[in-house]
Protein backbone atom coordinates (compact mmCIF):
# COMPACT_ATOMS: atom_id res chain seq x y z
CA UNK A 1 0.00 0.00 0.00
CA UNK A 2 0.91 3.69 -0.44
CA UNK A 3 1.77 5.78 2.38
CA UNK A 4 -0.15 8.57 2.84
CA UNK A 5 1.05 11.84 1.69
CA UNK A 6 1.35 14.47 4.37
CA UNK A 7 1.41 18.10 4.55
CA UNK A 8 2.64 20.21 7.55
CA UNK A 9 1.11 23.21 8.31
CA UNK A 10 3.16 25.49 11.09
CA UNK A 11 6.44 24.76 11.21
CA UNK A 12 7.38 25.90 14.81
CA UNK A 13 8.70 23.88 17.41
CA UNK A 14 5.91 21.49 18.39
CA UNK A 15 6.24 21.10 14.49
CA UNK A 16 10.16 20.28 14.37
CA UNK A 17 10.03 17.66 17.84
CA UNK A 18 7.01 16.08 17.25
CA UNK A 19 5.72 15.82 14.09
CA UNK A 20 8.54 15.49 11.63
CA UNK A 21 9.80 12.37 13.66
CA UNK A 22 6.85 10.76 14.14
CA UNK A 23 6.04 11.08 10.53
CA UNK A 24 9.43 9.73 9.48
CA UNK A 25 9.45 6.85 11.81
CA UNK A 26 6.00 5.57 10.11
CA UNK A 27 6.21 3.16 7.08
CA UNK A 28 2.96 4.49 6.02
CA UNK A 29 3.24 8.19 6.06
CA UNK A 30 4.95 10.45 3.90
CA UNK A 31 6.29 13.79 4.63
CA UNK A 32 5.63 15.91 1.21
CA UNK A 33 5.30 19.67 1.98
CA UNK A 34 5.11 22.08 4.17
CA UNK A 35 3.40 25.27 4.30
CA UNK A 36 5.01 28.36 6.86
CA UNK A 37 5.12 32.02 6.51
CA UNK A 38 8.23 31.92 7.95
CA UNK A 39 9.81 28.45 8.20
CA UNK A 40 10.50 25.36 5.85
CA UNK A 41 12.13 22.56 6.27
CA UNK A 42 15.40 20.66 4.13
CA UNK A 43 14.24 18.69 1.53
CA UNK A 44 10.62 19.26 1.47
CA UNK A 45 8.47 21.00 -0.47
CA UNK A 46 7.68 24.65 1.19
CA UNK A 47 5.00 26.77 0.29
CA UNK A 48 3.95 30.06 1.98
CA UNK A 49 0.59 29.92 0.59
CA UNK A 50 -1.97 27.20 1.92
CA UNK A 51 -4.14 27.32 -1.18
CA UNK A 52 -1.30 26.81 -3.48
CA UNK A 53 0.43 24.32 -1.54
CA UNK A 54 -2.85 22.00 -3.06
CA UNK A 55 -3.03 23.10 -6.21
CA UNK A 56 0.46 22.60 -6.55
CA UNK A 57 0.89 19.15 -4.96
CA UNK A 58 -2.58 17.34 -5.62
CA UNK A 59 -0.75 14.44 -4.45
CA UNK A 60 -1.33 15.51 -0.80
CA UNK A 61 -3.33 13.07 1.37
CA UNK A 62 -4.30 15.03 4.40
CA UNK A 63 -2.86 17.94 6.51
CA UNK A 64 -1.41 18.29 9.55
CA UNK A 65 -2.40 21.56 11.24
CA UNK A 66 -0.09 22.80 13.76
CA UNK A 67 -0.35 26.43 13.46
CA UNK A 68 -1.68 28.28 16.46
CA UNK A 69 -5.42 27.31 16.94
CA UNK A 70 -7.12 31.04 16.10
CA UNK A 71 -7.43 30.41 12.19
CA UNK A 72 -7.47 26.73 11.71
CA UNK A 73 -11.10 26.33 10.35
CA UNK A 74 -10.03 28.05 6.87
CA UNK A 75 -7.57 25.71 6.22
CA UNK A 76 -9.81 22.56 7.51
CA UNK A 77 -12.74 23.59 5.55
CA UNK A 78 -10.48 24.08 1.79
CA UNK A 79 -8.92 21.05 2.86
CA UNK A 80 -11.53 18.87 3.02
CA UNK A 81 -13.19 20.82 0.17
CA UNK A 82 -10.11 19.45 -2.26
CA UNK A 83 -10.68 16.09 -0.25
CA UNK A 84 -8.28 15.93 2.31
CA UNK A 85 -7.56 14.10 5.77
CA UNK A 86 -7.23 17.04 8.20
CA UNK A 87 -4.79 16.05 11.49
CA UNK A 88 -5.34 19.25 14.42
CA UNK A 89 -2.55 19.53 16.99
CA UNK A 90 -4.40 20.78 20.47
CA UNK A 91 -6.35 22.82 21.37
CA UNK A 92 -8.54 21.56 18.12
CA UNK A 93 -8.97 25.60 17.60
CA UNK A 94 -9.40 28.71 19.59
CA UNK A 95 -13.47 28.48 19.78
CA UNK A 96 -15.85 25.48 20.38
CA UNK A 97 -18.12 26.71 17.84
CA UNK A 98 -15.60 26.45 15.07
CA UNK A 99 -15.29 22.77 15.21
CA UNK A 100 -18.91 21.53 15.09
CA UNK A 101 -18.69 22.52 10.71
CA UNK A 102 -15.45 20.92 10.62
CA UNK A 103 -16.96 17.98 11.87
CA UNK A 104 -19.82 18.46 9.52
CA UNK A 105 -17.72 19.38 6.27
CA UNK A 106 -15.21 16.27 6.88
CA UNK A 107 -18.43 14.17 6.84
CA UNK A 108 -19.72 15.28 3.86
CA UNK A 109 -16.31 15.12 2.25
CA UNK A 110 -16.02 11.69 3.88
CA UNK A 111 -12.86 12.61 4.81
CA UNK A 112 -11.43 11.78 8.56
CA UNK A 113 -11.30 14.90 10.87
CA UNK A 114 -8.65 14.10 14.17
CA UNK A 115 -8.75 16.60 16.50
CA UNK A 116 -5.81 14.93 18.52
CA UNK A 117 -4.88 15.25 22.70
CA UNK A 118 -0.90 13.88 22.53
CA UNK A 119 -1.23 13.02 26.12
CA UNK A 120 -3.82 10.53 26.14
CA UNK A 121 -1.29 8.67 23.66
CA UNK A 122 1.11 8.38 26.50
CA UNK A 123 1.80 4.61 27.73
CA UNK A 124 -0.22 4.89 30.91
CA UNK A 125 -3.53 5.96 29.93
CA UNK A 126 -5.06 2.64 28.13
CA UNK A 127 -3.64 0.98 31.01
CA UNK A 128 -5.33 2.71 33.74
CA UNK A 129 -8.35 3.65 32.20
CA UNK A 130 -9.10 -0.26 31.93
CA UNK A 131 -7.89 -0.34 35.26
CA UNK A 132 -10.55 1.99 36.49
CA UNK A 133 -13.37 0.80 34.11
CA UNK A 134 -14.63 -1.57 37.18
CA UNK A 135 -13.35 0.70 40.19
CA UNK A 136 -15.72 2.64 42.74
CA UNK A 137 -13.72 6.01 42.83
CA UNK A 138 -13.95 7.97 46.12
CA UNK A 139 -11.81 10.91 44.63
CA UNK A 140 -9.10 12.32 41.86
CA UNK A 141 -6.99 14.60 42.20
CA UNK A 142 -4.56 16.66 39.41
CA UNK A 143 -1.41 18.32 39.72
CA UNK A 144 -0.17 20.10 36.85
CA UNK A 145 2.19 22.63 37.43
CA UNK A 146 5.93 23.50 35.71
CA UNK A 147 8.06 26.83 35.01
CA UNK A 148 6.59 28.46 32.13
CA UNK A 149 9.86 30.16 31.73
CA UNK A 150 11.84 27.08 31.39
CA UNK A 151 8.76 25.56 28.65
CA UNK A 152 7.57 28.57 27.06
CA UNK A 153 10.65 31.30 26.66
CA UNK A 154 10.01 34.04 24.62
CA UNK A 155 6.54 32.92 23.87
CA UNK A 156 4.20 35.69 24.14
CA UNK A 157 1.24 33.81 22.36
CA UNK A 158 0.47 32.04 24.91
CA UNK A 159 -0.21 35.27 27.15
CA UNK A 160 -2.77 36.63 24.12
CA UNK A 161 -6.20 35.84 24.29
CA UNK A 162 -6.55 32.45 22.68
CA UNK A 163 -3.54 31.15 23.82
CA UNK A 164 -4.55 29.71 26.70
CA UNK A 165 -1.91 30.58 29.42
CA UNK A 166 -1.65 27.83 32.33
CA UNK A 167 -4.50 25.61 30.21
CA UNK A 168 -2.08 24.77 27.78
CA UNK A 169 -0.63 22.42 29.34
CA UNK A 170 -3.73 22.22 31.74
CA UNK A 171 -5.66 20.88 28.53
CA UNK A 172 -3.24 17.75 28.91
CA UNK A 173 -4.13 16.59 32.12
CA UNK A 174 -7.60 16.98 31.51
CA UNK A 175 -7.70 15.05 28.21
CA UNK A 176 -6.13 12.31 30.16
CA UNK A 177 -8.81 12.63 33.12
CA UNK A 178 -11.49 12.49 30.62
CA UNK A 179 -10.23 9.26 28.75
CA UNK A 180 -9.17 7.29 32.02
CA UNK A 181 -12.43 8.32 33.79
CA UNK A 182 -15.42 5.95 33.20
CA UNK A 183 -18.24 9.04 33.59
CA UNK A 184 -18.21 12.53 32.41
CA UNK A 185 -17.04 15.32 34.62
CA UNK A 186 -17.88 19.29 34.98
CA UNK A 187 -16.92 21.87 36.90
CA UNK A 188 -18.66 23.02 40.17
CA UNK A 189 -16.30 25.66 40.87
CA UNK A 190 -12.83 27.31 39.82
CA UNK A 191 -10.47 30.28 40.29
CA UNK A 192 -8.13 31.73 37.78
CA UNK A 193 -5.08 33.73 38.75
CA UNK A 194 -4.61 36.26 36.09
CA UNK A 195 -1.38 38.23 36.18
CA UNK A 196 -1.77 41.63 36.33
CA UNK A 197 -0.43 42.27 32.84
CA UNK A 198 -1.44 39.41 30.91
CA UNK A 199 -4.67 38.36 28.99
CA UNK A 200 -4.15 34.81 30.31
CA UNK A 201 -4.60 32.59 33.17
CA UNK A 202 -1.09 31.50 35.28
CA UNK A 203 -2.56 29.52 37.54
CA UNK A 204 -5.86 27.57 37.83
CA UNK A 205 -7.78 26.14 40.69
CA UNK A 206 -10.55 23.68 39.77
CA UNK A 207 -13.43 21.66 41.31
CA UNK A 208 -15.06 19.33 38.76
CA UNK A 209 -17.76 16.14 39.55
CA UNK A 210 -18.92 13.59 37.61
CA UNK A 211 -22.12 12.81 37.28
CA UNK A 212 -22.75 10.74 40.69
CA UNK A 213 -21.28 13.05 42.48
CA UNK A 214 -17.21 12.06 42.70
CA UNK A 215 -15.28 15.21 43.15
CA UNK A 216 -12.31 16.27 40.94
CA UNK A 217 -9.43 18.57 41.84
CA UNK A 218 -6.97 19.96 39.78
CA UNK A 219 -4.34 22.47 40.37
CA UNK A 220 -2.74 24.02 37.34
CA UNK A 221 0.57 26.39 37.67
CA UNK A 222 3.07 27.80 35.72
CA UNK A 223 5.31 29.14 38.27
CA UNK A 224 6.76 25.96 39.67
CA UNK A 225 10.70 26.09 39.63
CA UNK A 226 12.61 23.20 40.67
CA UNK A 227 11.22 19.26 40.02
CA UNK A 228 8.14 19.61 38.15
CA UNK A 229 4.72 17.74 38.37
CA UNK A 230 2.41 16.32 35.69
CA UNK A 231 0.63 13.81 38.74
CA UNK A 232 -2.98 12.53 38.40
CA UNK A 233 -3.70 10.51 41.42
CA UNK A 234 -7.25 8.76 41.72
CA UNK A 235 -8.18 6.64 45.07
CA UNK A 236 -10.69 3.74 44.51
CA UNK A 237 -11.97 1.05 46.45
CA UNK A 238 -9.35 -1.26 44.79
CA UNK A 239 -6.68 0.84 45.56
CA UNK A 240 -4.46 3.90 44.89
CA UNK A 241 -4.05 4.71 41.33
CA UNK A 242 -1.29 7.50 40.01
CA UNK A 243 -0.21 8.72 36.60
CA UNK A 244 2.87 10.46 36.86
CA UNK A 245 5.32 12.21 34.44
CA UNK A 246 2.35 13.36 32.09
CA UNK A 247 0.98 9.79 31.82
CA UNK A 248 4.59 8.08 31.29
CA UNK A 249 4.72 6.05 34.26
CA UNK A 250 1.62 4.47 35.85
CA UNK A 251 1.94 3.19 39.92
CA UNK A 252 -1.33 1.03 41.74
CA UNK A 253 -0.51 1.70 45.74
CA UNK A 254 2.99 2.89 44.92
CA UNK A 255 4.34 0.08 42.96
CA UNK A 256 4.98 0.83 39.42
CA UNK A 257 2.81 -1.14 37.15
CA UNK A 258 4.28 0.36 33.58
CA UNK A 259 7.35 3.26 32.77
CA UNK A 260 6.96 4.05 29.39
CA UNK A 261 8.84 6.05 26.89
CA UNK A 262 8.13 9.05 25.33
CA UNK A 263 5.81 7.94 22.22
CA UNK A 264 2.58 10.16 22.60
CA UNK A 265 2.89 11.57 18.68
CA UNK A 266 4.24 8.24 16.77
CA UNK A 267 0.92 6.72 19.01
CA UNK A 268 -1.12 9.92 17.46
CA UNK A 269 -0.09 9.03 13.88
CA UNK A 270 -0.63 5.43 13.73
CA UNK A 271 -4.18 6.14 15.32
CA UNK A 272 -4.50 8.53 12.35
CA UNK A 273 -3.46 5.97 9.89
CA UNK A 274 -6.22 3.65 11.43
CA UNK A 275 -8.89 6.56 11.15
CA UNK A 276 -7.77 7.55 7.53
CA UNK A 277 -8.40 3.86 6.06
CA UNK A 278 -11.45 4.00 6.59
CA UNK A 279 -12.73 7.43 6.65
CA UNK A 280 -13.44 7.81 10.41
CA UNK A 281 -13.00 10.74 12.45
CA UNK A 282 -11.82 11.23 15.87
CA UNK A 283 -12.99 14.40 17.70
CA UNK A 284 -13.81 14.64 21.45
CA UNK A 285 -14.33 18.27 22.46
CA UNK A 286 -14.40 16.86 26.10
CA UNK A 287 -10.98 18.70 27.46
CA UNK A 288 -11.73 22.59 25.13
CA UNK A 289 -15.18 22.06 26.62
CA UNK A 290 -14.00 21.66 30.49
CA UNK A 291 -11.41 24.59 29.63
CA UNK A 292 -14.16 27.21 27.99
CA UNK A 293 -16.49 26.43 31.43
CA UNK A 294 -13.41 27.16 33.66
CA UNK A 295 -13.15 30.49 31.79
CA UNK A 296 -17.08 31.22 31.92
CA UNK A 297 -17.53 30.04 35.41
CA UNK A 298 -13.94 30.58 37.00
CA UNK A 299 -13.72 33.38 39.45
CA UNK A 300 -10.54 35.86 38.55
CA UNK A 301 -7.85 37.03 40.50
CA UNK A 302 -5.36 39.18 39.89
CA UNK A 303 -1.54 38.18 41.09
CA UNK A 304 1.84 39.88 39.83
CA UNK A 305 3.07 40.82 36.97
CA UNK A 306 4.47 38.31 34.86
CA UNK A 307 7.53 39.44 32.73
CA UNK B 1 -56.40 13.79 26.27
CA UNK B 2 -55.24 14.25 29.98
CA UNK B 3 -53.15 17.81 30.35
CA UNK B 4 -49.76 17.22 30.84
CA UNK B 5 -49.25 17.70 35.00
CA UNK B 6 -45.70 19.98 35.33
CA UNK B 7 -44.00 20.92 38.36
CA UNK B 8 -42.31 23.98 38.95
CA UNK B 9 -39.13 24.42 40.36
CA UNK B 10 -37.25 27.46 41.40
CA UNK B 11 -40.34 30.63 42.21
CA UNK B 12 -38.69 33.77 41.51
CA UNK B 13 -39.55 36.50 39.64
CA UNK B 14 -39.50 34.14 35.82
CA UNK B 15 -41.57 31.56 37.03
CA UNK B 16 -44.37 33.83 38.66
CA UNK B 17 -44.12 36.57 35.59
CA UNK B 18 -43.58 33.80 32.67
CA UNK B 19 -44.42 30.68 33.49
CA UNK B 20 -47.61 30.57 35.98
CA UNK B 21 -49.54 32.81 33.28
CA UNK B 22 -47.85 30.37 29.94
CA UNK B 23 -49.02 27.53 32.10
CA UNK B 24 -52.31 28.10 32.97
CA UNK B 25 -53.15 29.84 29.56
CA UNK B 26 -52.61 26.25 28.29
CA UNK B 27 -55.21 23.81 28.01
CA UNK B 28 -52.57 20.73 27.70
CA UNK B 29 -51.22 21.63 31.14
CA UNK B 30 -51.85 21.80 34.54
CA UNK B 31 -49.38 23.00 37.05
CA UNK B 32 -49.41 20.63 40.29
CA UNK B 33 -47.03 21.47 42.58
CA UNK B 34 -43.61 23.56 43.05
CA UNK B 35 -40.58 23.09 44.66
CA UNK B 36 -38.99 26.26 46.22
CA UNK B 37 -36.73 26.95 49.37
CA UNK B 38 -38.51 29.69 49.96
CA UNK B 39 -41.50 30.66 48.18
CA UNK B 40 -44.92 28.57 47.20
CA UNK B 41 -47.92 29.94 45.09
CA UNK B 42 -51.46 30.09 46.67
CA UNK B 43 -53.20 27.19 46.00
CA UNK B 44 -50.84 24.91 44.96
CA UNK B 45 -49.16 22.04 46.51
CA UNK B 46 -45.60 23.46 47.96
CA UNK B 47 -42.13 21.30 48.60
CA UNK B 48 -38.81 22.32 49.58
CA UNK B 49 -37.26 18.98 48.90
CA UNK B 50 -37.28 18.49 44.93
CA UNK B 51 -37.00 14.40 45.70
CA UNK B 52 -39.92 14.78 48.16
CA UNK B 53 -41.83 16.09 46.01
CA UNK B 54 -41.15 13.64 43.45
CA UNK B 55 -42.35 11.19 45.79
CA UNK B 56 -45.45 12.48 47.07
CA UNK B 57 -46.57 13.72 44.28
CA UNK B 58 -46.29 10.51 41.69
CA UNK B 59 -48.77 12.03 38.43
CA UNK B 60 -45.78 15.44 37.98
CA UNK B 61 -45.18 14.35 34.23
CA UNK B 62 -42.87 16.99 34.33
CA UNK B 63 -40.40 19.66 35.17
CA UNK B 64 -39.67 23.22 34.73
CA UNK B 65 -36.04 24.00 36.11
CA UNK B 66 -36.52 27.86 36.40
CA UNK B 67 -33.79 27.81 39.53
CA UNK B 68 -30.52 29.18 39.08
CA UNK B 69 -28.42 27.60 36.38
CA UNK B 70 -25.91 26.26 38.65
CA UNK B 71 -26.65 22.52 40.49
CA UNK B 72 -29.49 21.67 37.92
CA UNK B 73 -28.20 18.10 36.47
CA UNK B 74 -29.26 16.27 39.63
CA UNK B 75 -32.30 17.74 39.87
CA UNK B 76 -32.31 16.69 35.73
CA UNK B 77 -30.89 13.45 36.04
CA UNK B 78 -32.98 12.58 39.11
CA UNK B 79 -36.55 13.39 37.69
CA UNK B 80 -35.62 11.65 34.64
CA UNK B 81 -34.57 9.11 36.79
CA UNK B 82 -38.15 9.28 37.32
CA UNK B 83 -39.78 8.93 34.53
CA UNK B 84 -40.42 13.00 34.12
CA UNK B 85 -39.90 15.36 31.12
CA UNK B 86 -37.53 18.28 31.87
CA UNK B 87 -37.77 21.82 30.52
CA UNK B 88 -34.37 23.88 31.13
CA UNK B 89 -35.37 27.74 31.84
CA UNK B 90 -32.00 29.60 29.95
CA UNK B 91 -29.17 29.38 30.54
CA UNK B 92 -29.94 25.31 30.49
CA UNK B 93 -26.42 25.40 32.61
CA UNK B 94 -23.48 27.27 34.42
CA UNK B 95 -21.33 24.83 32.19
CA UNK B 96 -21.62 23.60 29.17
CA UNK B 97 -20.02 20.08 29.98
CA UNK B 98 -23.03 19.15 32.43
CA UNK B 99 -25.30 18.88 29.87
CA UNK B 100 -24.18 16.35 27.50
CA UNK B 101 -25.18 13.93 30.26
CA UNK B 102 -28.71 15.24 30.66
CA UNK B 103 -29.27 14.58 26.81
CA UNK B 104 -27.53 10.79 27.04
CA UNK B 105 -30.30 10.48 30.37
CA UNK B 106 -33.58 12.13 28.64
CA UNK B 107 -32.52 9.53 25.25
CA UNK B 108 -32.22 6.66 27.92
CA UNK B 109 -35.35 7.51 29.60
CA UNK B 110 -37.00 7.70 26.55
CA UNK B 111 -38.46 11.53 28.23
CA UNK B 112 -38.11 15.03 26.50
CA UNK B 113 -35.27 17.30 27.26
CA UNK B 114 -36.11 20.93 26.19
CA UNK B 115 -33.41 23.75 26.21
CA UNK B 116 -35.63 26.46 26.63
CA UNK B 117 -34.88 29.86 24.93
CA UNK B 118 -37.51 32.34 24.94
CA UNK B 119 -36.27 34.59 22.86
CA UNK B 120 -36.63 32.65 19.94
CA UNK B 121 -40.24 32.24 20.49
CA UNK B 122 -40.43 36.22 19.73
CA UNK B 123 -42.93 37.09 16.65
CA UNK B 124 -40.39 38.07 14.46
CA UNK B 125 -38.07 35.43 14.86
CA UNK B 126 -39.75 32.85 12.89
CA UNK B 127 -40.47 35.41 9.52
CA UNK B 128 -37.02 36.38 9.86
CA UNK B 129 -35.45 33.07 9.48
CA UNK B 130 -37.67 32.47 6.21
CA UNK B 131 -36.91 35.64 4.87
CA UNK B 132 -32.99 34.53 5.42
CA UNK B 133 -32.86 31.96 4.37
CA UNK B 134 -32.16 32.59 0.51
CA UNK B 135 -30.56 36.20 1.10
CA UNK B 136 -27.12 36.47 0.27
CA UNK B 137 -25.72 38.31 3.04
CA UNK B 138 -22.94 41.06 3.66
CA UNK B 139 -23.00 41.90 7.50
CA UNK B 140 -24.78 41.67 11.05
CA UNK B 141 -25.16 44.18 13.79
CA UNK B 142 -26.28 43.33 17.45
CA UNK B 143 -26.75 45.78 19.55
CA UNK B 144 -28.30 44.75 23.26
CA UNK B 145 -28.23 46.99 25.41
CA UNK B 146 -30.35 47.75 28.84
CA UNK B 147 -30.39 49.21 32.43
CA UNK B 148 -29.12 46.55 35.11
CA UNK B 149 -30.08 48.97 37.54
CA UNK B 150 -33.65 48.50 35.93
CA UNK B 151 -34.11 45.38 35.13
CA UNK B 152 -32.04 43.39 37.66
CA UNK B 153 -32.41 45.59 40.94
CA UNK B 154 -30.65 44.04 43.72
CA UNK B 155 -29.88 40.83 41.77
CA UNK B 156 -26.44 40.38 43.13
CA UNK B 157 -26.29 36.98 42.03
CA UNK B 158 -26.10 38.16 38.15
CA UNK B 159 -22.52 39.27 39.17
CA UNK B 160 -21.63 36.10 40.49
CA UNK B 161 -19.25 33.41 38.82
CA UNK B 162 -22.28 31.64 36.93
CA UNK B 163 -24.53 34.77 36.61
CA UNK B 164 -23.06 35.60 33.24
CA UNK B 165 -23.18 39.61 33.65
CA UNK B 166 -24.64 41.48 30.25
CA UNK B 167 -24.26 38.19 28.83
CA UNK B 168 -27.73 37.12 30.65
CA UNK B 169 -29.61 39.27 28.01
CA UNK B 170 -27.13 38.71 25.49
CA UNK B 171 -27.65 35.17 25.22
CA UNK B 172 -31.19 35.83 24.46
CA UNK B 173 -29.28 38.00 21.03
CA UNK B 174 -27.54 35.00 20.59
CA UNK B 175 -29.78 32.20 20.69
CA UNK B 176 -32.17 34.78 17.43
CA UNK B 177 -28.58 35.45 15.71
CA UNK B 178 -28.14 31.51 15.88
CA UNK B 179 -31.85 31.12 14.79
CA UNK B 180 -32.52 32.93 12.04
CA UNK B 181 -28.71 32.71 9.91
CA UNK B 182 -28.57 29.87 7.28
CA UNK B 183 -25.13 29.25 8.35
CA UNK B 184 -23.18 28.51 12.46
CA UNK B 185 -20.73 31.55 13.91
CA UNK B 186 -17.66 31.16 15.79
CA UNK B 187 -16.00 34.20 17.58
CA UNK B 188 -12.87 35.98 16.18
CA UNK B 189 -12.66 38.41 18.87
CA UNK B 190 -13.91 40.13 21.67
CA UNK B 191 -13.45 42.33 24.72
CA UNK B 192 -15.32 41.98 28.21
CA UNK B 193 -15.79 44.57 30.34
CA UNK B 194 -15.64 43.73 34.10
CA UNK B 195 -16.30 46.35 36.42
CA UNK B 196 -13.45 46.62 39.03
CA UNK B 197 -15.09 45.26 42.23
CA UNK B 198 -17.54 42.37 40.60
CA UNK B 199 -17.13 38.70 39.02
CA UNK B 200 -19.03 38.79 35.44
CA UNK B 201 -18.78 41.40 32.42
CA UNK B 202 -21.05 44.55 32.34
CA UNK B 203 -20.61 44.82 28.71
CA UNK B 204 -18.99 42.91 25.72
CA UNK B 205 -17.39 43.80 22.28
CA UNK B 206 -17.86 40.41 20.01
CA UNK B 207 -17.08 40.01 16.21
CA UNK B 208 -17.88 36.98 15.03
CA UNK B 209 -17.88 35.34 11.57
CA UNK B 210 -19.74 32.78 9.62
CA UNK B 211 -17.89 30.05 7.68
CA UNK B 212 -18.02 31.53 4.50
CA UNK B 213 -16.43 34.79 6.29
CA UNK B 214 -19.90 37.32 6.54
CA UNK B 215 -19.32 39.08 9.88
CA UNK B 216 -21.46 39.57 12.85
CA UNK B 217 -20.65 42.11 15.48
CA UNK B 218 -22.67 42.05 18.45
CA UNK B 219 -22.71 45.19 21.55
CA UNK B 220 -23.78 44.55 24.68
CA UNK B 221 -23.47 47.04 27.28
CA UNK B 222 -25.72 46.71 30.61
CA UNK B 223 -25.38 50.66 31.53
CA UNK B 224 -27.83 52.16 28.59
CA UNK B 225 -29.80 54.59 30.31
CA UNK B 226 -32.63 56.09 28.57
CA UNK B 227 -34.20 54.26 25.33
CA UNK B 228 -33.32 50.40 25.49
CA UNK B 229 -32.02 48.90 22.43
CA UNK B 230 -32.67 44.87 21.48
CA UNK B 231 -31.97 45.34 17.81
CA UNK B 232 -30.63 42.95 15.10
CA UNK B 233 -30.10 44.13 11.87
CA UNK B 234 -28.93 41.93 8.58
CA UNK B 235 -27.72 43.55 5.60
CA UNK B 236 -28.58 41.77 2.46
CA UNK B 237 -28.40 41.48 -1.04
CA UNK B 238 -32.18 41.85 -1.02
CA UNK B 239 -32.68 44.37 1.47
CA UNK B 240 -32.16 45.33 5.08
CA UNK B 241 -33.89 43.16 7.89
CA UNK B 242 -34.09 44.91 11.51
CA UNK B 243 -35.69 42.68 14.45
CA UNK B 244 -36.16 45.42 17.63
CA UNK B 245 -37.64 45.11 20.87
CA UNK B 246 -36.05 41.90 21.05
CA UNK B 247 -37.62 40.09 18.44
CA UNK B 248 -40.88 41.13 18.40
CA UNK B 249 -40.82 43.80 15.75
CA UNK B 250 -39.80 43.00 12.55
CA UNK B 251 -38.80 45.67 9.61
CA UNK B 252 -37.47 44.75 5.72
CA UNK B 253 -36.32 48.15 4.50
CA UNK B 254 -37.60 50.46 7.23
CA UNK B 255 -41.12 48.90 6.48
CA UNK B 256 -42.52 47.26 9.56
CA UNK B 257 -43.87 43.49 8.31
CA UNK B 258 -44.87 42.31 11.44
CA UNK B 259 -45.54 44.01 14.98
CA UNK B 260 -46.13 41.26 17.46
CA UNK B 261 -47.30 40.32 21.11
CA UNK B 262 -45.31 39.48 23.71
CA UNK B 263 -46.33 35.40 23.99
CA UNK B 264 -42.50 33.80 24.56
CA UNK B 265 -43.25 31.94 26.94
CA UNK B 266 -46.65 30.61 25.53
CA UNK B 267 -44.59 30.07 22.75
CA UNK B 268 -42.16 27.79 25.03
CA UNK B 269 -45.56 25.73 26.70
CA UNK B 270 -46.99 25.25 23.16
CA UNK B 271 -43.80 23.87 21.78
CA UNK B 272 -42.93 21.77 24.96
CA UNK B 273 -46.65 20.10 24.33
CA UNK B 274 -45.54 19.07 21.20
CA UNK B 275 -42.27 17.28 21.82
CA UNK B 276 -43.72 15.83 25.09
CA UNK B 277 -46.03 14.20 22.99
CA UNK B 278 -43.43 11.88 21.05
CA UNK B 279 -40.57 12.41 23.78
CA UNK B 280 -39.00 14.06 21.41
CA UNK B 281 -35.79 16.58 23.13
CA UNK B 282 -34.97 19.95 21.58
CA UNK B 283 -31.67 21.53 22.64
CA UNK B 284 -29.46 23.30 21.41
CA UNK B 285 -26.32 24.68 22.82
CA UNK B 286 -24.92 26.95 20.35
CA UNK B 287 -25.87 30.21 22.17
CA UNK B 288 -24.03 28.83 25.38
CA UNK B 289 -21.06 27.87 23.51
CA UNK B 290 -21.07 31.61 22.10
CA UNK B 291 -20.67 32.53 25.84
CA UNK B 292 -18.38 30.10 26.60
CA UNK B 293 -15.77 30.91 23.78
CA UNK B 294 -16.52 34.91 24.71
CA UNK B 295 -15.14 34.15 27.92
CA UNK B 296 -12.30 31.86 27.02
CA UNK B 297 -11.11 33.75 24.02
CA UNK B 298 -12.34 37.40 25.06
CA UNK B 299 -9.80 39.91 26.06
CA UNK B 300 -10.89 41.12 29.52
CA UNK B 301 -10.71 45.16 30.43
CA UNK B 302 -11.41 46.20 34.24
CA UNK B 303 -14.39 49.18 34.21
CA UNK B 304 -15.15 51.28 36.93
CA UNK B 305 -17.04 49.64 39.95
CA UNK B 306 -20.33 49.01 39.49
CA UNK B 307 -22.64 49.50 43.15
Known amino acids: MSPIRIALVGIGKIARDQHVPAIAGHDGLELVATCSRHASLDGVRSFKDFGEMLRDVPEIDAVSLCTPPTARQAFAL ?45 DGVRP ?14 VNWKEDVRHWHPGQDWIWEPGGLGVFDPGINALSIVTAILPRPIHLTKGELSFPANRATPIAASLRFADVTGVPVEAEFDWRQTGPQSWDIEVVADKGRLTLSNGGALLRVDGKTVLEGRDREYPGIYAHFTELAASNRSDVDLAPLTLVADAFMLGRRNTVEAFD
Open 78 to 122: EAFEAGKHVILEKPPAATLAELEPLVAKAKQANRTLFATWHSRFA
Open 128 to 141: AREWLADARIERVT
